[in-house]
Protein backbone atom coordinates (compact mmCIF):
# COMPACT_ATOMS: atom_id res chain seq x y z
CA UNK A 1 0.00 0.00 0.00
CA UNK A 2 3.22 1.96 0.03
CA UNK A 3 3.99 4.44 -2.78
CA UNK A 4 0.47 5.33 -4.26
CA UNK A 5 -0.54 8.36 -4.15
CA UNK A 6 -3.17 8.92 -1.78
CA UNK A 7 -3.12 5.88 -0.06
CA UNK A 8 -2.58 7.68 3.42
CA UNK A 9 -5.74 9.49 3.07
CA UNK A 10 -7.79 6.36 1.85
CA UNK A 11 -5.85 4.63 5.34
CA UNK A 12 -6.64 7.75 7.49
CA UNK A 13 -10.75 7.81 5.73
CA UNK A 14 -10.41 3.61 6.51
CA UNK A 15 -9.34 4.26 10.16
CA UNK A 16 -12.47 6.61 10.71
CA UNK A 17 -14.49 4.42 8.95
CA UNK A 18 -13.23 1.82 11.23
CA UNK A 19 -14.30 3.73 14.13
CA UNK A 20 -17.42 4.93 13.39
CA UNK A 21 -18.01 1.10 12.50
CA UNK A 22 -16.81 -0.26 15.98
CA UNK A 23 -19.25 2.06 17.43
CA UNK A 24 -22.43 1.29 15.42
CA UNK A 25 -21.58 -2.47 16.35
CA UNK A 26 -21.46 -1.93 19.80
CA UNK A 27 -25.35 -1.34 19.84
CA UNK A 28 -26.31 -3.53 17.38
CA UNK A 29 -29.76 -5.14 18.04
CA UNK A 30 -30.43 -8.61 17.76
CA UNK A 31 -32.10 -9.93 14.90
CA UNK A 32 -35.70 -9.46 14.97
CA UNK A 33 -36.46 -11.64 11.87
CA UNK A 34 -37.79 -10.83 8.26
CA UNK A 35 -41.70 -11.57 9.56
CA UNK A 36 -41.85 -10.38 12.67
CA UNK A 37 -40.57 -7.14 15.82
CA UNK A 38 -39.66 -9.75 18.54
CA UNK A 39 -35.98 -10.37 18.82
CA UNK A 40 -34.97 -14.20 18.90
CA UNK A 41 -31.76 -15.71 18.96
CA UNK A 42 -30.66 -17.64 15.93
CA UNK A 43 -28.45 -20.43 16.59
CA UNK A 44 -28.96 -22.29 13.26
CA UNK A 45 -27.03 -19.89 10.92
CA UNK A 46 -24.51 -21.88 8.51
CA UNK A 47 -22.77 -21.49 5.88
CA UNK A 48 -24.14 -22.83 2.86
CA UNK A 49 -22.48 -25.75 1.12
CA UNK A 50 -21.01 -24.66 -2.23
CA UNK A 51 -19.89 -21.19 -0.53
CA UNK A 52 -17.26 -23.48 2.18
CA UNK A 53 -16.75 -25.36 -1.30
CA UNK A 54 -16.05 -22.25 -3.45
CA UNK A 55 -14.79 -19.93 -0.77
CA UNK A 56 -11.61 -19.37 2.10
CA UNK A 57 -13.09 -17.82 5.27
CA UNK A 58 -11.49 -14.70 6.27
CA UNK A 59 -12.65 -13.79 9.64
CA UNK A 60 -16.34 -12.11 10.83
CA UNK A 61 -17.45 -8.74 10.85
CA UNK A 62 -20.10 -7.36 13.25
CA UNK A 63 -22.73 -9.14 11.02
CA UNK A 64 -21.24 -11.18 8.28
CA UNK A 65 -19.15 -13.67 7.28
CA UNK A 66 -15.96 -12.49 5.67
CA UNK A 67 -15.46 -15.08 2.30
CA UNK A 68 -12.64 -14.58 0.12
CA UNK A 69 -13.80 -16.30 -3.41
CA UNK A 70 -11.28 -18.93 -4.60
CA UNK A 71 -10.27 -17.04 -7.71
CA UNK A 72 -7.00 -15.29 -7.85
CA UNK A 73 -7.78 -13.70 -11.57
CA UNK A 74 -10.16 -11.31 -9.12
CA UNK A 75 -9.80 -9.25 -5.68
CA UNK A 76 -13.72 -11.07 -4.69
CA UNK A 77 -15.14 -10.92 -1.21
CA UNK A 78 -18.26 -12.39 -0.35
CA UNK A 79 -20.31 -11.12 2.64
CA UNK A 80 -22.88 -13.69 4.35
CA UNK A 81 -24.98 -12.38 7.19
CA UNK A 82 -25.01 -14.54 9.95
CA UNK A 83 -28.81 -15.17 10.04
CA UNK A 84 -30.35 -18.16 9.52
CA UNK A 85 -33.04 -18.56 6.65
CA UNK A 86 -32.76 -15.37 4.64
CA UNK A 87 -32.73 -15.48 1.60
CA UNK A 88 -33.55 -11.68 0.43
CA UNK A 89 -31.59 -8.24 1.70
CA UNK A 90 -35.33 -6.77 2.80
CA UNK A 91 -35.75 -9.82 5.17
CA UNK A 92 -33.30 -8.65 7.20
CA UNK A 93 -34.30 -6.89 9.78
CA UNK A 94 -33.95 -2.99 9.46
CA UNK A 95 -31.01 -2.57 11.86
CA UNK A 96 -29.43 -5.93 9.97
CA UNK A 97 -29.48 -3.70 6.78
CA UNK A 98 -28.33 -0.79 7.91
CA UNK A 99 -25.25 -3.09 9.42
CA UNK A 100 -25.06 -5.17 5.68
CA UNK A 101 -24.35 -1.95 3.69
CA UNK A 102 -22.03 -0.36 6.05
CA UNK A 103 -19.81 -3.90 5.85
CA UNK A 104 -20.30 -3.47 2.07
CA UNK A 105 -19.20 -0.03 1.65
CA UNK A 106 -16.07 -0.84 4.29
CA UNK A 107 -15.11 -3.67 2.05
CA UNK A 108 -15.68 -2.02 -1.07
CA UNK A 109 -13.99 0.97 -0.18
CA UNK A 110 -10.90 -1.00 0.99
CA UNK A 111 -10.63 -3.29 -1.89
CA UNK A 112 -10.99 -0.46 -4.37
CA UNK A 113 -8.61 1.33 -2.62
CA UNK A 114 -5.65 -1.45 -2.51
CA UNK A 115 -6.67 -3.07 -5.98
CA UNK A 116 -6.75 0.45 -7.57
CA UNK A 117 -9.93 -1.37 -9.51
CA UNK A 118 -12.08 0.53 -12.44
CA UNK A 119 -15.41 -0.35 -10.85
CA UNK A 120 -16.66 -2.20 -8.05
CA UNK A 121 -19.05 -5.15 -8.92
CA UNK A 122 -21.61 -5.53 -6.12
CA UNK A 123 -24.56 -8.18 -6.61
CA UNK A 124 -26.69 -10.36 -4.20
CA UNK A 125 -27.94 -13.03 -7.10
CA UNK A 126 -28.58 -16.01 -5.38
CA UNK A 127 -29.70 -17.96 -8.33
CA UNK A 128 -27.88 -21.36 -7.50
CA UNK A 129 -26.72 -20.49 -3.72
CA UNK A 130 -30.07 -19.52 -2.02
CA UNK A 131 -28.35 -18.41 1.22
CA UNK A 132 -28.41 -14.34 1.34
CA UNK A 133 -25.03 -13.63 -0.06
CA UNK A 134 -23.06 -10.18 -1.44
CA UNK A 135 -20.40 -10.35 -3.93
CA UNK A 136 -17.98 -7.59 -4.34
CA UNK A 137 -15.59 -8.24 -7.13
CA UNK A 138 -12.96 -5.63 -8.32
CA UNK A 139 -13.42 -5.09 -12.00
CA UNK A 140 -9.90 -3.41 -14.41
CA UNK A 141 -9.84 -2.78 -17.80
CA UNK A 142 -8.56 -5.77 -19.40
CA UNK A 143 -9.91 -8.41 -16.55
CA UNK A 144 -10.52 -11.68 -18.14
CA UNK A 145 -14.06 -11.35 -18.44
CA UNK A 146 -14.07 -6.99 -18.73
CA UNK A 147 -16.33 -5.34 -19.76
CA UNK A 148 -18.71 -8.41 -19.30
CA UNK A 149 -19.94 -10.04 -16.17
CA UNK A 150 -17.57 -12.49 -14.10
CA UNK A 151 -20.32 -15.04 -13.07
CA UNK A 152 -20.02 -17.99 -15.41
CA UNK A 153 -17.39 -16.27 -17.66
CA UNK A 154 -15.32 -19.07 -17.72
CA UNK A 155 -12.83 -21.97 -14.63
CA UNK A 156 -11.72 -20.11 -11.10
CA UNK A 157 -8.51 -20.04 -11.37
CA UNK A 158 -7.43 -21.08 -7.44
CA UNK A 159 -5.22 -19.40 -5.20
CA UNK A 160 -2.04 -20.92 -5.04
CA UNK A 161 -0.86 -21.83 -0.79
CA UNK A 162 1.55 -18.63 -0.35
CA UNK A 163 -0.64 -15.90 -2.59
CA UNK A 164 -3.63 -17.93 -0.30
CA UNK A 165 -1.85 -16.86 2.44
CA UNK A 166 -1.07 -13.22 1.81
CA UNK A 167 -4.21 -12.27 0.53
CA UNK A 168 -6.49 -13.43 3.77
CA UNK A 169 -3.19 -11.50 5.67
CA UNK A 170 -4.13 -8.24 3.72
CA UNK A 171 -7.78 -8.50 4.01
CA UNK A 172 -7.66 -9.28 7.65
CA UNK A 173 -5.66 -6.39 8.14
CA UNK A 174 -7.11 -4.10 6.17
CA UNK A 175 -10.59 -4.80 7.37
CA UNK A 176 -9.05 -5.40 11.14
CA UNK A 177 -10.81 -8.49 11.58
CA UNK A 178 -9.01 -11.09 13.89
CA UNK A 179 -7.74 -14.36 12.90
Not at 150 to 165: D, F, Q, T
Request: aromatic share 6%; charged share 15%; proline share 7%.
Amino acid sequence: MTGRPGLINIAQSLTVESAHYRALTRNAAPFAGPNHGSSVFMPSFSLHPQLALDCHPVGDLALSQVLLLNDRRYPWVILVPRRAGIREIYELATDDRIMLLAESCRVGRFLMAVFDGTKLNVGALGNLVPQLHLHHVVRQVGDPAWPGPVWGHSAAAPYRAAELAERIALLRKGLAIDA
